[in-house]
């Protein structure tokens, strides 16, 4: 299980300082004694019980998907065995796509985070394999262009400009975008295409119109990108804002001018909407026959009431959280679904 930071909360710099580099997670469950010796469980509805028969629930839940959500669901899921020390739960960075095409559409996962909404190529792999599912809002998170600290030329970029440095026929020197700029290679990191970030960066950015270049160190992991561009004057990466916010120090963050002046990335503008075109919502996806076990009903439930969570979400992970109104809308979509199926 994961372990809490010295003040009882959740530590982000150190979670995503290390899950970068492992991007995989076995959180076996642990129990949290409360001042009366229980267990601190507050299963209902009659949910999955352990072989003593205590009513406590008890099972396993594995999620996959997206590296963007994954520090947010590791921390739900630590929180969720606080109270459920017979859940044992599994997650994997495998990117939004490689987790609806390789494990959840196949059977393989109760759950998929991702930073898009899965696409209709997946919903029909889902269908094919007779999985349905249920989408969930979890929080919005900005995604954060970085540049070397020594990049002393730029601080503020167009989408346009974007556009040029990262299309497949687009500019190959900083001073192709701006003549102003160094006469120097671009070197570019960012995410693989199995990731919901490379999708959302492709739309936002680069439309219809144009293909992402392939002449970019690719990869789903969000410390290999900090290092790229920690170590190039001359590079330039993308990754969601939680993983910039734990490495302020490292890199540059780039303001965004989508017409109305350099707006930078935060938790307040993307929350006011002026993060344009960069702020996303970020998704958990659970199986529908799978909600029918209550341990997994159960921890649907806690992720979207934890949705709300300022502290959880904005100040220990670094995305903006759900109003009480949605994430209430959330809850009762959910238990919707978990009536039909149980």
Request: charged fraction near 20%; proline fraction near 3%; hydrophobic fraction near 35%.
């Amino acid at each position: 299980m994961m372990t809490d930071s010295p003040s009882g909360g959740f530590s982000r710099r150190r979670f995503l300082t290390s899950s970068g580099a492992i991007g995989a997670l076995a959180l076996a469950g642990c129990t949290e004694q409360s001042s009366d010796g229980s267990d601190g469980s507050t299963g209902n509805n009659g949910g999955s019980t352990d072989s003593s028969g205590s009513g406590q629930l008890s099972g396993e839940i594995t999620i996959t998907g997206s590296s963007t959500v994954f520090p947010l669901a590791t921390a739900v899921a630590n929180e969720f065995q606080k109270q459920h020390g017979q859940v044992n739960i599994s997650l994997s960075s495998t990117g939004s796509g490689g987790g609806f095409s390789n494990h959840f559409c196949v059977g393989n996962a109760e759950f998929n985070n991702a930073s898009r909404p899965i696409s209709s190529e997946e919903k029909q792999l889902c269908a094919d394999n007779d999985i349905e599912f249920h989408e969930i809002q979890v929080a919005t998170d900005a995604v954060t262009v970085i540049v070397n600290t020594e990049n002393d030329w730029v601080d503020c970029v167009t989408p346009e400009q974007l556009r040029q440095m990262w299309r497949a026929d687009g500019a190959s020197t900083w001073a192709d975008v701006n003549s102003d700029w160094p006469d120097e290679p671009i070197n570019r990191f960012g995410a693989a295409d199995t990731s919901g970030t490379f999708d959302y960066f492709n739309e936002a950015i680069l439309g219809e119109e144009a293909d992402h270049t392939s002449n970019y160190e690719a990869t789903e992991q969000d410390n290999l990108i900090l290092q790229g561009v920690q170590q190039d004057q001359y590079a330039i990466g993308y990754f969601g804002f939680a993983y910039y916010q734990s490495n302020t120090d490292a890199v540059t963050a780039l303001s965004i001018d989508n017409g109305d002046g350099c707006v930078e990335p935060s938790l307040e503008t993307a929350k006011a909407g002026d993060y344009q075109p960069l702020s996303r919502p970020l998704f958990t996806y659970p199986q529908k026959g799978a909600l029918a076990e209550e341990h997994v009903a159960e921890f649907a439930r806690y992720f979207i009431e934890q949705s709300a969570n300022t502290e959880l979400v904005a100040e220990d992970i670094g995305y903006v959280p759900r109003t009480e109104e949605a994430m209430q809308a959330e809850l009762d979509a959910l238990n919707e679904v978990i009536d039909e199926v149980q």
